[in-house]
């Protein structure tokens, strides 16, 4: 029998899933739209009302501004690809109107 690779999670994505059923989604359903089995979504609402909801890496907790530093890094990466893209573009645009 095949192991398959274990999926990671973020804090986040743990956090909006608790949210989604906070906000009146049967745990089920929410389960099934993530693509999360229905026990470990149960175990992330669980692991949340009790104060203990992490990250798979490390174990610890997120702070807010590691949160958003990493947002911000994921961004910044985004936005320098786009950079080169759009310069590229405008390079090879440019070069047939000569």
Known sequence: MECLPRKIYTYEFKLEAVRLVESG????????SLGVVER?????????????????????????????????????ARVK??????GKAAAYFSRGQR
């Open 40 to 76: 470990t979504l149960s175990n992330w609402i669980k692991a949340h009302k009790a104060g203990k909801l992490t990250a798979n890496w490390g174990g610890s907790k997120l702070t807010v501004e590691q949160i958003e530093i990493r947002q911000l890094r994921t961004e910044l």
């Open 25 to 32: 989604q049967r745990v089920s359903e929410a389960a099934r």
């Open 81 to 86: 690809m786009e950079r080169d893209i759009l």
